[in-house]
């Protein structure tokens, strides 16, 4: 396959339905097969299903993304759904379940015995061994369930608010960012809630009625639309976990992850929220403090944090800003990422879907491995938040992985003067590299069931795990400069970040828990009549003191609903594991011993192990929660 990706709608039916045309043909071949059953006649057969399949989810998985043409984002969509309708009857094909139980799977090597114990698994979970009138009511289920879903997704990649304010409202703001605020021929100032207009907003903006404002826009986007589809998910979702023999789709979703049930999601928010409840009620008390009053609202919090650390520790995050130009926290990323794990990043020309993406061809230790590109930047009709996507999956001996980080950061070329950045932001931006180096040097894997980690609670554990490396000194002298004077960031100031950066921490585990929770209790139960906007609420108020503004429904843009489901938890479980592995880190970040362990024991084998003996392998130990609890611990 060609990794020109701007072609019409057309080509890219064409090419995706020709993949699909292809695990057709190699389904057939497994039905015709005869005993006695072989990785020859079977297995291999079906990891080229695989790779067919997992080209087609790659591309129009991320074209429907990102591509600016509204016609190659449907096709795109409707070829996902196309694809979905294969995956599910493949799920249900009997004469492959029993061609994959007939292999003789002791003599078969490790890796491809994993690979028939999770097919097996899978076929299960997509009703094998239902009746078929049954069969066709998951397939159809799935059906409408993916319609629906894309649909939701759809509205909250297309909806974008803003809040028309007076210029004396963007007191307390950088200068960079009024600069690029003009008021328009009403004396307007607009502010949207992109990224790059949201989070310095809510962080500086001394004028609490217009941060309130901004809340409450971005709490209402794809409102009333998503409301009703996520009732129909929901339904949807139930149904099909009925049919497949679970008591709600919070238990199916769970049942193959690391925690394997709604029950044991449930004890690690409460024992998460246990280890943090004592420095979130800490800086509750701060927050009032600063404020003078209750309640703290949603729209409060950010901005109380900052002045807090900015009392307590001498820290604006404002100081920070002149540091973190674009361009030089992409290539800081770039050269730290080539350090630490032996990767070189070099710069090729490719027309893909717009041309603000940037390309980089990847060697690891010197042997060529595939792509990366960077579509850094908002624009309509783009996915919203930030993530990791594929656009080649790689496969040993078949292609090179070409991975695709996918953001909303300020864009250098759309704005008067630099692209400044929040500190925050640089570090969502290393969380997400995190994936794209997951996704490279695990892109010699042969199968494709096994290309990436079977469990995905734990998929967020290597990318939280390379956050840490953006509060160290070391690493930050190295590119933060200053964008005027050029002078290196001072120690000083980055002292000051590291002793104000676990204020809040808290406070932002307390709401990830919510979340959760949230994510959970949408999914753990009957959804007929269940008020969703209600159970956001709920949750709200038994989480925190800090409120929700009313007539908000932050369920409708609430992404992860939708790829994520039950599962949010993964961010907090994920963390766990994240930083039971730093301490592995003795002699400093900069272990480049340490880290090529991690790379080849923990990235590299991508899901040929489960999650937790990949990070046995690394630690020498299972992994624990002290590590979580002691950083959470109040500080004294």
Known sequence: MTITTNAQASALRERNRAHLASAEAHLSRIGNAKAPFTETNVLRPFNEIGIALANVASECGLMAEVHPDPEVRAAADTIIQELSAFATRLGQDRPLYEALGGLDVPALEPVARRVVELARRDMRRAGIELAPADQERVRTGRAELVKVEQEFAKNIREDVQEVALDPAQLDGMPPDYIAAHPADAQGKVHVTTNYPDLIPFMSYATDEAARRALTIVNGTRAVPANIALLEQMLAKRAE???????????????????????????????????????????????????????????????????????????YDGRELRPYFEYRAVRQAILDLSGELFGLSFEPVELELWHPSVETFAVSVDGRAMGHISLDMHPRDGKFKHAACFTLVPGFKGRAKPHGVLVCNFPDPNAQQGPALMQHSEVVTYFHEFGHLVHGIVSGEIEW????????????????????????????????????????????????????????????????????????????????????????????????????????????????????????????????VIAKDMHGAFTNGLMDLQQARRYRDLVLAPGGTKPAGELVQDFLGRPYGFDAFKEWLAPRG
Request: aromatic share 12%.
């Open 448 to 575: 494709a069931r096994v290309r990436r980690p079977a469990e995905w609670d734990f998929i967020e554990a290597p990318s939280q795990f390379l956050e840490e490396w953006i509060f160290d000194y070391d690493v930050l002298r190295r590119f933060a400069k200053h964008v005027e004077t050029g002078a290196v960031i001072p120690e000083s100031l980055v002292r000051k970040l590291r002793d104000a950066r676990d204020f809040g921490r808290g406070t932002h585990v307390q709401r990830q828990l919510m979340l959760s929770a949230i994510a959970l209790r949408l999914h753990d139960r009957d959804p007929k009549g269940v008020d969703t906007t209600k159970v956001v609420f709920d949750a709200s108020r038994e989480f925190s003191k800090i409120v929700m503004p009313e007539g908000t429904a932050m369920q409708a843009s609430f992404g992860h609903l939708e790829g994520y489901t039950a599962l949010y938890y993964t961010y907090m479980w994920s963390l």
């Open 240 to 314: 099909l976990a009925s049919l497949l023999g679970h008591a709600n789709w919070a238990d199916y979703a769970a049942e193959d992850k690391m925690t394997g049930s709604a029950a044991a999601i449930r004890e690690f928010i409460d024992r998460a929220l246990a280890a943090c409840r004592d420095s979130a009620a800490a800086e509750y008390a701060d927050l009032v403090a600063e404020k003078g009053s209750e309640p703290i609202g949603t729209w409060d919090t950010q901005f109380l944090l900052e002045r807090v650390k900015a009392r307590k520790y001498s």
